[in-house]
Each structure stands twice: as structure tokens, then as C-alpha cells.
């Protein structure tokens, strides 16, 4: 029973543990994308809510801009030999689809990265 | 005394095993699966890449590929168990070990939405499902040519801006 309790000790004082947040890119207001119409806001409208785009795509008759930040949320328990980690990663999207004329023609917007959470391996 | 020294050496017990011995039980999620969910709302033939767009939010995966734009919904979720032993390998004047022994165990589950759209931007073709993978990375799934599709695309994305520079230099030397 004595060894028991040791263990439990030992293993309860030789612990460690750990939580990060990482956040990819700057999030933007999510009322900035309200500010974008279908069949009216121009390309340059868009540059001048969102700025630059992580990526841009040419699709077959248009191009889509790719916005995305992400928080990805990392936490561990250290017991000596037995490690339980888990990871989380969230995102914060907005794909704005402009046509040949630069007018935007679709907008997909997702907010989400506060959504990332902390938790044990398995949840 | 003697008891004490036991229960100090039971309390030693799980350090001498630190450096030899490691369990570690890893989770990891990215993604919502319940976009994918809302896939079935969509209509062949009549939704539009707008209508797509405002209602599940914007893929994670979008291409030109061929005559179609493919755009893709995905998430994953995983859960992986090792247990390593290491042996330490006696080296003069550096730490040095070996791995005796390793059991990796996994799963990992894919959701993933394939939709494709023509050039008038009506959806064409939906494809959804569920994959689960084995321990050695392989999907098991019944028909699996959509993970693979997807890895594909996923690998032609990341290199699709080097190839339209290209092709815009190509249009202007014509």
C-alpha cells in the first residue's frame, strides 16, 4: 500500500503540464464581410476591407480570393513516462469569388477559430 | 527505515524508467464537421457556387481542375497511441539511445465534401463521405478514389500559383 502511495506521489509531483495558443494571421471583424454585396462591391473594394489575400485561385471565369486565419489551441500532460496531448485547430475563412469585370459575384465567410479548444486526447 | 528506503525507491521506480520508457496518447482535431453536414442541402443541377458559398461558408480546398471548379469541405479527427522503449547506447561523451521497441496504434477520421461546378457556376457533382484510416495510414473506405482525389488536388493547389505564373508568361510570349 506504502509503494502504491509513493508512486501516486512521485507521480503526482514529477508532472508537468502544458497549454499554447497559436494564432496564424491577423483575424479581421466579421462585420467587414457584411460590408461586401454580391453584384456590386469591386475588387478593389475588397482589397481596400479585407487588404491582401492569402491566396488567390483562378477558377474557370473567376478568381477567389482566400482569406483565413487560424488558432489552433495545443495542450499536454506530462507524467513522467506517460505523455497525453491534444491539439485543436480552428479557422476564421473568407473566400470572396470576383468575376472578369472585378465585381464580386459570391461570398463564403466562416468564423469559427474561437471555437478551438483545450482538452484531454480523446475528446 | 527499511520501509522508508522501499517506498523512496518505489517512488524512484517511475524515473529510472523516464528515459527508457514513453506512452503517449495524442488527439488532434481541425475543422468543423458540421459543414459537411449541411451538404445535403445542396441540389445538383440548380445550386449555384453563390448559393454554396452562403450557406456552408468558404471551402478549404478550391481549384480549377480541367473543365470544373472543385471546391472541398473537410475535417479531421484523430487519436494515436505509441509506446516506445529505448535502450541506451553507451558512446563516450554523448547521450545516445536506441528504440527497442515501438507500438504505434492509431485512427484517424476524414469527413470530406467534394463539390464541382461548371463554368456557369451550377453544381454539377456532390460527393460526401466518411473515411477511416488504419494504423499504417491506408483509408479504408468503400471507395476510397475521393481521399486519394483529394490528396491530389490538395498537392496540385499548393503548387498551382508557380504553374498560372507560367502560364501568364506563356499567353504573353504569344
Known amino acids: 500500500m506504502q509503494k502504491l502511495i509513493a508512486v501516486s506521489a512521485a507521480l503526482f ?9 497559436k494564432k496564424d494571421d491577423r483575424p479581421w471583424p466579421a462585420d467587414l464581410v457584411t460590408k461586401i454585396e454580391v453584384g456590386k462591391t469591386t475588387k478593389a473594394e475588397v482589397l481596400k476591407l479585407l ?13 477567389a480570393y482566400m482569406y483565413v486565419s487560424s488558432i489552433e489551441k495545443n495542450s499536454g500532460l506530462v507524467l513522467v513516462v506517460l505523455n497525453l496531448s491534444r491539439s485543436d485547430r480552428q479557422y476564421d475563412s473568407v473566400t470572396v469569388i ?8 459570391a461570398v463564403g465567410a466562416r468564423f469559427s477559430a474561437e471555437d478551438a479548444e483545450y482538452g484531454l486526447p480523446w475528446d | 527505515m527499511i520501509r522508508f528506503a522501499r517506498a523512496a525507491l ?10 527508457c520508457i514513453s506512452i503517449s496518447l495524442e488527439g488532434s482535431k481541425e ?32 481549384l480549377r481542375t480541367g473543365e470544373i471548379d472543385r471546391l472541398y469541405y473537410v475535417s479531421w479527427d484523430s487519436f494515436n497511441f505509441k509506446l516506445a522503449i529505448s535502450a541506451p547506447v553507451p558512446f563516450p561523451g554523448r547521450s545516445v539511445s ?12 476524414l469527413r470530406l465534401a467534394r463539390l464541382e461546378f461548371d463554368r456557369k457556376g451550377i453544381l454539377r457533382d456532390l460527393q460526401t463521405g466518411s473515411f477511416g484510416s488504419s494504423s499504417h495510414g491506408e ?6 478514389r475521393v481521399v486519394e482525389t483529394f490528396l491530389e488536388d490538395r ?20
Do not use: W
Open chain 1, 98 to 105: 470576383i468575376n472578369r469585370q472585378d465585381i464580386v459575384t
Open chain 1, 13 to 21: 509531483l514529477l508532472n508537468g503540464c502544458y497549454f499554447s495558443r
Open chain 2, 31 to 62: 475543422g468543423l464537421a458540421r459543414t459537411i453536414v449541411d451538404v445535403h442541402r445542396l441540389e445538383t443541377g440548380k445550386t449555384t457556387l453563390r448559393e454554396a458559398l452562403a450557406r456552408l461558408g468558404p471551402p478549404d480546398l478550391l
Open chain 2, 10 to 19: 518505489a517512488a524512484l521506480l517511475p524515473l529510472a524508467g523516464a528515459g
Open chain 2, 98 to 109: 536506441s528504440d527497442a521497441f515501438i507500438l504505434g496504434l492509431g485512427s484517424e477520421e
Open chain 2, 155 to 174: 498537392t496540385r493547389a499548393l503548387t498551382m500559383s508557380d504553374e498560372d505564373d507560367d502560364d501568364d508568361d506563356l499567353d504573353r510570349k504569344k
Open chain 1, 51 to 63: 487588404g491582401p489575400p492569402k491566396q488567390i485561385i483562378r477558377l474557370l471565369e473567376s478568381e
Open chain 2, 139 to 144: 483509408y479504408v473506405a468503400i471507395d476510397n
